[in-house]
Nanobody, 131 residues
Framework: QVQLVESGGGLVQPGGSLRLSCTASGRTFSNYPMGWFRQAPGKEREFVGSTRWNGGGAYPAYYASSVKGRFTISRDNDKNTVSLQMNSLKPEDTGVYYC?????????????????????WGQGTQVTVSS
């Protein structure tokens, strides 16, 4: 049984930083897309960023415009983990953050922001940005 377990959420002041981690178990995702979505109260779930294998040994990441330059995704394939470093946090970053993984190795970049592109979801971790 595949499981994704997030950790690292919490309360942080505007301008602060937070790091989320996600550990996968049940299968390896070394060459498969992994990333993050979030959902604010009363809003739809939205893409934060995702990383995929480019076939050449690199794992480029792709981000939503709202977080680009502030958030960074990294992965450790040996540990089957993906992390989200969040800097310069804003109140509008508040929400539940979900770790995701896809079983489609060659997922098109254009499809990476779609919720339907990911087969596995974590239970979510709350991030609250408030003074």
């Amino acid at each position: 049984q595949v499981q994704l377990v997030e950790s690292g959420g919490g309360l942080v002041q505007p301008g602060g930083s937070l790091r989320l981690s996600c550990t996968a178990s049940g299968r390896t995702f070394s060459n498969y897309p992994m990333g993050w979505f979030r959902q604010a109260p009363g809003k739809e779930r939205e893409f934060v960023g995702s990383t995929r294998w480019n076939g050449g040994g690199a794992y480029p990441a792709y981000y939503a415009s709202s977080v680009k330059g502030r958030f960074t995704i990294s992965r450790d394939n040996d540990k089957n983990t993906v992390s989200l470093q969040m800097n310069s946090l804003k109140p509008e970053d508040t929400g539940v953050y979900y770790c995701v993984a896809s079983s489609t190795r060659g997922l098109l970049v254009g499809l990476m922001p779609n919720t339907g592109s990911y087969d596995y979801w974590g239970q979510g971790t709350q991030v609250t940005v408030s003074s």
